[in-house]
């Protein structure tokens, strides 16, 4: 059985590499699904969901948009802001906005900004996982 090769970046890495069976991506026109020996493409991601099949699990990597290129089953991705979905659950969610919220409440003279930006963040992502939906064609 032929297979992909697929490589998923973002500002914050590598977020996915590996050989798999089938890709499915969002694009402005809806989710195209990609198998091995598709036509040579590059395009513009919309905000979705990447799934990634392999023989022995499915993978669901949230994207803010992007692009993808793909040339003789090589697929690499290079995305806005990506994030896998196992990691995402409300408890995160509410853990950072708890914290951020007591660091502003304290109002220390001397503040550090980038735990509260890290925290924020964090919400951010957290929340644009929660809210991705699929497009239906």
């Known amino acids: 059985?032929?297979?992909?090769?697929?490589?998923?970046?973002?500002?914050?890495?590598?977020?996915?590499?590996?050989?798999?069976?089938?890709?499915?991506?969002?694009?402005?026109?809806?989710?195209?699904?990609?198998?091995?020996?598709?036509?040579?493409?590059?395009?513009?991601?919309?905000?979705?969901?990447?799934?990634?099949?392999?023989?022995?699990?499915?993978?669901?990597?949230?994207?803010?948009?992007?692009?993808?290129?793909?040339v003789q089953n090589n697929i690499t991705v290079i995305a806005e802001f990506a994030i896998q979905s196992s990691e995402t659950n409300k408890q995160k969610i509410n853990q950072a906005i708890e914290l951020a919220n007591s660091m502003k409440n304290k109002r220390q003279k001397f503040v550090n900004m980038s735990i509260i930006e890290s925290q924020l963040r964090s919400v951010c992502k957290l929340k644009l996982e929660l809210n991705v939906k699929r497009k239906k064609i």
């Open 1 to 70: 059985m032929d297979k992909l090769k697929i490589e998923v970046l973002s500002p914050d890495g590598v977020i996915f590499n590996g050989e798999v069976i089938s890709v499915s991506l969002p694009t402005f026109n809806g989710v195209i699904t990609i198998l091995p020996g598709h036509v040579n493409l590059i395009t513009k991601l919309d905000s979705g969901e990447i799934i990634i099949e392999s023989i022995k699990n499915k993978k669901k990597i949230s994207i803010s948009g992007g692009f993808v290129e793909i």
